[in-house]
């Protein structure tokens, strides 16, 4: 839906995150989770890293075809991998980091199978790679905190979508001119809506509650599972290629998550990091 938006990346964020501030604290406010200066506070790094991502997201994929930056969000669960240990106390075992090298190489199928018809240039990307570190940071630091401290998820999101409308709103103000802003007409209202009603409002605060119960470890390969969806949609509504291959590369993905999900992770004690706590 992001690809059907005609106007400029960064006001389509800009007017997505601040459309969604007054949204969400109604939906904090109507289930009785107000936010608190606390609750806002320590979502300020995870907002304005899940802001920068945004951008990112909105350029890649107005520079390439969805699945090129789908194969790049696939490399997340490596990253995560990675920073687990140090900085949730989680300590994947051989099973996991075996099954998700091969749901990984999974994704590769399905993105990589369309062939040469897929539309890519060297700056989507690096768009792309942006998005994905800024994207594994916020996926992190949400992590982090909903571990450790009883916030609700509606208000957690309350806070990430004022950082990330925050974090945003300069990067707008210095690159656009007056007539980026009136870009934003007719049926692009209706997308935008969709976007922050099903991705922010249901997608991303399903997740957010997600993180108090599953290991990072395993809820980001858990994720993979988006990349079929992805092909398939963009297939439907952008005619972008979709081949036997694609579909062999998504039974590959099930099997990983499914095999993931059969042993838990090892958990591991974790030093407090400053300005998280």
Known sequence: MSKLIDAPSVISV????????????????????????????????????????????????????VAVLSAVVALQPGFILLFAGPFLGERPTRWHIAWTVIGMSGTAIVVLGGGSEFDVTPIAV?????????????????????????????????????????????WALATSSAQDYRAIDGYDWLWLALIIVFTGGLGHILMTWVHRFVDATRSSLYLLLMHPVVIVSAWLIHDEPLTLIQMTGGVVILGAVAAVISRPPVTIEREPVPGLQ
């Open 14 to 65: 800009l007017y997505r995150f601040w459309m969604s501030v007054p949204l969400m604290w109604v939906l904090a406010t109507a289930t009785g989770s107000q936010p608190t200066m606390a609750s806002i506070r320590r979502a300020g790094w995870a907002g304005a890293a899940f802001g920068i991502n945004l951008v990112f997201v909105f350029l890649a994929i107005n520079e390439a075809a």
């Open 126 to 170: 690096v768009y792309a790679l942006a998005a994905q570190l800024f994207f594994t940071a916020y996926f992190l630091l949400t992590k982090r905190v909903r571990s450790a401290h009883d916030i609700d998820p509606i208000q957690w999101m309350f806070g990430v979508v004022l950082f990330a409308a925050l974090a945003v709103t300069p």
